[in-house]
């Protein structure tokens, strides 16, 4: 997190703060907080502005919109396929294919089936068994029974390895 501080002086002129530098900051930043504080000095009046911001992302990250509120996906949050092994890439968007797929069905956000970081440790060492499921942080008993018998058969399909487990009816 980086911090920018921008002093705005009152046009004596009735016209206000000019804030073209701090409204072409925003535009161009990923702001994070902002706070303010008005200072009168003698020879005028001042409007401090303290910006909060991270530096823009290389290339525009995927939006979603959830109960009214922009959710930028950070890089540490997602893993884009491209850094990742063509045979990985291939199991983590197939995940979130299926994952997305279910949330629509269910009327449940995506998020919680797995998280873009549990699809990545899922695709990177593809689990052949519910208690390898398990052992990935965040999936719990409630989502290997609610859905890890799906995930490890389509991993299974994926790869070509049989199950270690009776495949379902699904």
Same mark, same amino acid.
């Given at each position: 997190?980086?911090?920018?501080?921008?002093?705005?002086?009152?046009?004596?002129?009735? %016209?206000?703060?000019?804030?073209?530098?701090? $409204?072409? =900051?925003?535009?161009?930043?990923?702001?994070?907080?902002?706070?303010? $504080?008005?200072?009168?000095? %003698?020879?005028?009046?001042?409007?401090?502005?303290?910006?909060?911001?991270?530096?823009?992302?290389?290339?525009?990250?995927?939006?979603?919109?959830?109960?009214?509120?922009?959710?930028?996906?950070?890089?540490?949050?997602?893993?884009?396929?491209?850094?990742?092994?063509?045979?990985?890439?291939?199991?983590?968007?197939?995940?979130?294919?299926?994952?997305?797929?279910?949330?629509?069905?269910?009327?449940?956000?995506?998020?919680?089936? =797995?998280?873009?970081? $549990?699809?990545?440790?899922?695709?990177?060492?593809?689990?052949?068994?519910?208690?390898?499921?398990?052992?990935?942080?965040?999936?719990?008993?409630?989502? %290997?029974?609610?859905?890890?018998?799906?995930?490890?058969?389509?991993?299974?399909?994926?790869?070509? %390895?049989?199950?270690? =487990?009776?495949?379902?009816?699904?």
């Amino acid at each position: 997190m980086r911090i920018a501080v921008f002093s705005l002086r009152f046009d004596d002129d009735g %016209v206000g703060f000019d804030d073209s530098e701090l $409204q072409e =900051f925003c535009a161009s930043h990923r702001v994070l907080d902002a706070s303010h $504080q008005v200072v009168q000095r %003698v020879d005028a009046l001042w409007l401090i502005v303290i910006v909060s911001w991270r530096e823009p992302p290389t290339e525009t990250p995927p939006l979603s919109r959830q109960r009214g509120h922009r959710v930028a996906h950070l890089a540490s949050a997602t893993a884009p396929t491209e850094a990742l092994d063509p045979a990985v890439a291939a199991r983590y968007d197939a995940l979130r294919t299926w994952r997305n797929q279910h949330a629509r069905q269910s009327g449940k956000p995506p998020y919680l089936i =797995f998280n873009n970081r $549990q699809a990545t440790q899922i695709a990177q060492n593809p689990p052949t068994t519910l208690a390898a499921l398990a052992s990935i942080e965040g999936i719990g008993p409630s989502r %290997v029974e609610a859905w890890g018998a799906q995930v490890v058969e389509l991993l299974a399909e994926l790869s070509g %390895v049989q199950p270690e =487990f009776e495949p379902s009816d699904e």
